[in-house]
């Protein structure tokens, strides 16, 4: 069965520093993408990331980079000097080969970022 | 990338009323996705709109309940039926963003409310 495991379904983090969102997935699948999306209190889902199965970098996008483990099924997120503007829930999901672009959701990481 | 909007972005019904929730993108696109996030969850895909056939529901959810609508590329409508309070939830629309595994564009939501 396919599925995305987030671990910690909250984290307090002081501002500026750096910080990691775990995410695990389960898959036979060879080909497959992973998403990042951050979800503040106003309910909007916001794309922040993407990494395909077959990239072998990877993915930056400003602030935000992911920490892409393919052997060990982990897509990490990780947020440098982070602000009080990234307090949200952070959602990591998987679309299969042959979803049709459907998405596989994580329970999701409420983050906190302390003054 | 795509520009969702979402007509209305929050409203507070009664029991037993319906609710017609509106999504436009400012492009042509073939699949679009409605997703329920219930309080404090992830979301839960309930159907992919496909323009100019009936939309393919996932388990749990019925046309009788939610019926969609997808006159053209840029339109789709979910109306939630003879609405309960386990229906109080964020109603989203995603759109894929074209070929390969590219981001899902998600709508603001509407946060329903049911009294």
């Known amino acids: 069965a396919q599925k995305i495991t987030q671990t910690q379904p909250g984290m307090f983090v002081q501002e500026k520093e750096a910080v990691t969102l775990d995410c695990t997935y389960d898959?036979?699948?060879?080909?497959?993408?992973l998403f990042w999306y951050k979800q503040p209190s106003s309910g909007e889902m916001i794309f922040l990331i993407y990494?395909?199965?077959?990239d072998e970098q990877n993915a930056t996008e400003g602030r935000y980079s992911l920490n892409f483990q393919k052997a060990r099924k982990s897509a990490n997120l990780v947020i440098s000097a982070s602000q009080l503007g990234d307090s949200a829930m952070y959602f990591c999901?998987?679309?299969?080969?042959?979803?049709?672009?459907?998405?596989?959701w994580g329970a999701g990481t409420k983050l906190i970022i302390k003054p | 990338s795509a520009v969702i909007s979402q007509k209305p972005s929050r409203d507070i019904c009664q029991r037993g009323t319906s609710l017609t929730i509106q999504c436009q993108v400012d492009s042509q696109v073939t699949m679009m996705f409605w997703y329920r996030q219930q309080p404090g969850q992830s979301l839960t895909l309930i159907a992919t709109a496909n323009q100019g056939s009936e939309a393919t529901y996932e388990s749990g959810f019925v046309i009788d309940k939610f019926p969609i609508s997808r006159p053209n590329l840029t339109f789709s409508t979910l109306t939630v039926s003879n609405m309960s309070p386990e229906d109080s939830s964020i109603y989203l629309c995603s759109t894929s963003g074209g070929g390969g595994y590219n981001e899902q564009f998600f709508g603001p939501g509407t946060r329903l409310t049911v009294l």
């Open positions: 990494q395909g199965s077959y």
């Open positions: 898959t036979s699948d060879q080909s497959y993408g």
């Open positions: 999901a998987m679309t299969p080969w042959d979803s049709n672009y459907q998405l596989i």
